[in-house]
């Protein structure tokens, strides 16, 4: 079986920027984790007390 699947990824420069400086990490760059084939995405339960 093969899904092909294209999104198309677009950012405000700004909001790009501050990110970048906040986190360290550039949207560019982010957008390998979501098209990683080899990804695992886990479902985590959040408990609040």
Same mark, same amino acid.
């Given at each position: 079986?093969?899904?092909?699947?294209?999104?198309?990824?677009?950012? @405000?420069?700004?909001?790009?920027?501050?990110?970048?400086?906040?986190?360290? &990490?550039?949207?560019?760059?982010? @957008?390998? @984790?979501?098209?990683?084939?080899?990804?695992? +995405?886990?479902?985590?339960? &959040?408990?609040? +007390?």
């Amino acid at each position: 079986m093969y899904i092909y699947s294209s999104m198309d990824y677009q950012w @405000v420069p700004k909001k790009a920027d501050l990110n970048n400086k906040k986190h360290g &990490i550039d949207f560019a760059d982010a @957008v390998g @984790v979501f098209e990683d084939e080899w990804a695992l +995405t886990i479902k985590q339960e &959040i408990v609040r +007390t």
